[in-house]
């Protein structure tokens, strides 16, 4: 099943400027592996040395995050698209 | 409650013929109070209209001097302002947009032993700041002290926005239960960001926090808006409280949370240690110069984007290549000689100097970047 990730202004330069990548996967996870076959500068962005999702973050499967459901194993329908939504900080000195 | 006067009611009055607002809620704007952590491009529209909506305290952290750099996007700062003390550059135009306002100064940075005192007495805690350290601070006080939090942020031509705290809802541990590593998520100072956004990003803040103070309507309490101003998109993302994260029970070292060093401007800068664990060496801008002077010809390596190198660059430089592609351009970098990195300010750097120093390049990060080499060495360079 081909799924629309969408990417971050964050990670951008990582997938070549694109806003969004269309990759392969039956779950949330296998689409996210895709995508960092695709892209391996990605990799450390997404996962940490255990191999585990990052919790600064977030990966939301059309508007839920992916937490609440059943994380990676959660299942891609046609026409879903995930979001990556990474922790940004900007704003003013405090 | 204090009641209105007559020039007030003249000054309120299109909010006063609100059946959502009216002279009850107008009332209850002069007797609340608003604290506004952080006056750079968030809190300079929200500040702003808070003043003008009637919003009877301002409370203003922050620590900073206003710099020409600022004024792109920080518009409650003029150029007037260059070089003042943004807390008092800010209550100057609170004052004048509406002196009906009470304005409290706190200029000095938040931190676990005075965030509960500076937060308590606020009735909504609004967050403006830069920072992973103070975001999880704010988050804290505010939970612990039960203040609901308006949060924005904003990177680039993107921003995102919602309330936290607010009648049981989720807080920002919730959202992001850690911060990222320092390094891995550029700052504005580095990144840029389009001096519009905070506008826009400040606004939805103000137009939260005047909700709650009136109780009106449906907050984003629940709810991440994500607001990408390149392709003009609103995003509504769901948001709930997560059963895993740990309760929030008291205020911590956030500097020692987000793996940061705790600012300390003033202190003499070091001198570069000899291999660190890290692989890669660390020279001052003056050292540099000198070993220059002595004959070092390293390869020289910008790994800045275009645009900054459009701005400034060092005309003995030998490639551009921003940090993110350095991974994927090895082969474009000699292996037969030294590498020296820089960037504007020695971070991004330091991450390409990593990247090098794995592939086994002998590599040399400018500490700084090209903002102190313009800044302690060359004053006709420009700062940007």
Redesign the interface.
């Known amino acids: 099943m081909n799924v629309l990730i969408h990417i971050p202004t964050a990670l951008r330069p990582y997938v070549g400027g694109r806003p969004a990548v269309e990759v392969a996967g039956s779950t949330a996870g296998e689409a996210l592996d895709d995508l960092t076959r695709l892209y391996p500068e990605l990799h450390k962005h997404l996962r940490g040395e255990d191999g585990k999702l990052r919790s600064f973050v977030n990966i939301y499967l059309n508007d839920d995050d992916i937490r609440h459901l059943q994380k990676e194993q959660t299942l891609l329908k046609a026409n879903d698209s995930l979001i990556i939504v990474p922790s940004i900080a900007g704003g003013a000195r405090g | 409650m204090a009641e209105l006067t007559r020039d007030e009611i003249a000054r309120y009055s299109r909010h006063l013929i609100l059946d959502e607002v009216g002279m009850a809620g107008q009332i209850r704007l002069k007797n609340s109070a608003v604290l506004c952590?952080?006056?750079?491009?968030?809190?300079s529209p929200l500040m702003m209209y808070l003043a003008a909506a009637g919003v009877g305290r301002i409370g203003i952290?922050?620590?900073?001097v206003v710099d020409a750099s600022n004024l792109q996007r920080?518009i409650i700062h003029g150029t007037s302002s260059i070089g003042k003390r943004k807390v008092l550059s800010a209550r100057e135009r609170i004052l004048d947009i509406n002196p009906f306002v009470e304005v409290d100064l706190y200029e000095e940075?938040?931190d676990s032993e005075n965030a509960l005192r500076i937060c308590a007495p606020y009735d909504v805690i609004v967050?403006?700041?830069?920072?992973?350290p103070?975001?999880y601070l704010?988050n804290d006080a505010c939970v612990l002290l039960g203040k609901p939090n308006v949060y924005?942020?904003?990177?680039?031509?993107?921003g995102?926005a919602t309330v936290f705290n607010y009648q049981g809802g989720p807080n920002y541990r919730d959202?992001?239960?850690?911060?990222?590593p320092p390094g891995?998520?550029?700052?504005?100072a580095e990144?840029g960001?389009i001096g519009v956004l905070?506008g826009i990003i400040g606004t939805i803040q103000a137009t939260e926090t005047l909700k709650v103070l009136l109780g009106l309507g449906t907050t984003l309490s629940g709810r991440?808006l994500?607001f990408?101003a390149?392709?003009m998109r609103f995003?509504?993302?769901?948001?709930?409280k997560?059963p895993?994260t740990p309760p929030i029970t008291r205020l911590i070292d956030y500097h020692q949370f987000c793996g940061v060093p705790r600012p300390a401007p003033d202190q003499p800068r070091e001198e570069a240690a000899p291999m660190p664990a890290e692989g890669f060496f660390r020279l001052t801008p003056a050292q540099i110069q000198a070993r220059r002077a002595d004959g070092w010809a390293p390869y020289v390596l910008d790994v800045r984007g275009a645009p900054e190198a459009a701005i400034v660059r060092f005309p003995w430089a030998d490639a551009l290549i921003?940090h993110?592609?350095v991974?994927?351009r090895l082969a474009e970098i000699p292996r037969d000689r030294e590498v020296l990195v820089h960037c504007k300010l020695g971070g991004r750097s330091g991450m390409a100097a990593k990247v090098l120093a794995d592939a086994g390049y002998q590599v040399t990060n400018m500490e700084g970047g090209i903002t102190a080499w313009a800044r302690d060495l060359d004053p006709s360079m420009p700062i940007y």
Do not use: H, M, W
């Open positions: 952590v952080g006056t750079g491009g968030l809190g952290v922050d620590f900073d920080q940075a938040l967050d403006g700041t830069d920072n992973f103070t975001r704010v924005g942020s904003i990177f680039k031509f993107e995102q959202l992001y239960p850690e911060p990222p891995l998520v550029p700052s504005c990144g960001v905070p991440l994500l990408d390149i392709n995003r509504e993302l769901k948001l709930r997560d895993e921003p993110t592609e991974a994927a």
